[in-house]
């Protein structure tokens, strides 16, 4: 069974840093772009960020650029996301995702075939 297993949440002060990984199983990450979106309470999962399948390519969302990093490494099947600098406003659950094989389109929730169970992430004093 294909599926994505994230992990590496927690409870983190502000300014801290957190990462978070995600691993494949059941079928390969090579050959898609995988990425994370979040969900905080009362508000729609936004994107956050995603790479290309070469690994070559990063996108993030303006209000995470400069401080998360996402990466990936096709021989653990695994996907990571570095955040730093965290904020209280970076509270949420984060899932990772991945579209279809050589997918070219728009990172929208809705494009998605492959998501994890969410991870919570939580950024207080």
């Known amino acids: 069974q294909a599926q994505l297993v994230e992990s590496g949440g927690g409870l983190v002060q502000p300014g801290g840093s957190l990462r978070l990984s995600c691993a494949a199983s059941?079928?390969?990450?090579?050959?898609?772009?995988v990425g994370w979106f979040r969900q905080a309470p009362g508000k729609e999962r936004e994107f956050v960020a995603h790479i290309g399948w070469g690994g070559g390519n990063t996108y993030y969302a303006d209000s995470v650029k400069g401080r998360f990093t996402i990466s990936r490494d096709n021989v653990k099947n695994t996907e990571y996301l570095q955040m730093n600098s965290l904020k209280p406003e970076d509270t949420a659950v984060y899932y990772c995702?991945?579209?279809?094989?050589?997918?070219?389109?728009?990172?929208?929730?809705?494009?998605?075939?492959?998501w994890g169970q969410g991870t919570q992430v939580t950024v207080s004093s």
């Open positions: 059941g079928f390969t990450l090579h050959y898609h772009d």
């Open positions: 995702a991945a579209p279809e094989t050589y997918y070219s389109g728009s990172w929208s929730p809705g494009s998605m075939k492959y």
